[in-house]
């Protein structure tokens, strides 16, 4: 009897669980349940996604590699004043009348100097000669020095360059620092102020290449005789 009775309760315990599952199962709600399934399938791809993970970490030790191409970069920088000398064309002939074909090369010349040599060429007319503005650009500073005498420093409209006029006589009129010129104007007239031979005036002209600062007096200067004498043969 007793045995019985527990044997009866448990058979409709169990018919009461499978119509209690039927039952979840018709209204959807084991679904969820599934549904965990499928999301439990994705989960694995975002456990894989950190095995990637460690792939993109080995990326950023391929960023170094992209670190050593900039100390290539400068090398590059360094080769490009070579250069300049091509895409600094176009600069007008900066003594008016004169024949640039009489223009010697002096850029290499040993001088007193600091630097040692001219780094520039010297342009020969008579006094009072006007003096051109090679290209657009800014008076950035009109100075006096003990060597140059009366000078200009001229920077190009992109301020890659800067334009070196010394041993001018006076100054055109109009002309201040901030002015801007164009190409071709008269800034100056030939001289021999500052340690210029009196009997024998000239235009010194140099061309340097600004560093980042963009200081006036800090440049590298580069060779204007082949870029003045190329125009004069065009
Ligand atoms: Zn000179």
């Not at 019985?4 to 009461?16: E, I, M």
């Not at 600094?88 to 009489?102: A, N």
């Not at 051109?132 to 800014?138: F, H, R, T």
């Not at 010194?204 to 870029?227: C, D, M, V």
Request: aromatic share 8%.
């Amino acid at each position: 009897m007793k045995m019985r009775s527990v044997l009866t309760f448990f058979t409709g315990f169990l018919a009461g669980m499978v119509f209690l599952l039927v039952l979840l199962w018709s209204h959807g709600s084991l679904h969820p349940v599934r549904a965990a399934g499928p999301f439990i399938g994705p989960a694995p791809p975002e456990v894989a996604v950190p095995t990637e993970a460690p792939t993109a970490v080995a990326a950023p030790a391929k960023a170094p590699p992209a670190v050593v191409p900039p100390a290539t970069t400068p090398p590059v920088v360094a080769a490009s004043p070579v250069m300049s000398s091509t895409d600094i064309g176009g600069l007008l002939f900066p003594v008016q009348g004169v024949d640039p074909s009489k223009m010697l090369d002096t850029f290499a010349d040993k001088r007193g100097g600091k630097s040692g040599t001219h780094e520039a060429v010297d342009i020969m007319a008579p006094r009072g000669t006007p003096v051109l503005a090679v290209e657009d650009g800014k008076i950035e500073k009109l100075f006096e020095s003990k060597r140059g005498g009366t000078t200009i420093y001229q920077f190009d409209p992109t301020g890659t360059w800067c334009y070196y006029y010394a041993h001018l006589d006076h100054y055109a009129t109009g002309i201040v620092q901030g002015s801007m010129v164009r190409k071709g104007q008269v800034i100056a007239y030939v001289g021999s102020t500052g340690d210029a031979s009196a009997t024998a005036p000239h235009l010194h002209f140099s061309i340097l290449r600004l560093g980042p600062e963009k200081r006036w007096w800090q440049g590298t200067a580069i060779n204007p005789y082949p870029i003045l004498t190329r125009r004069a043969r065009q």
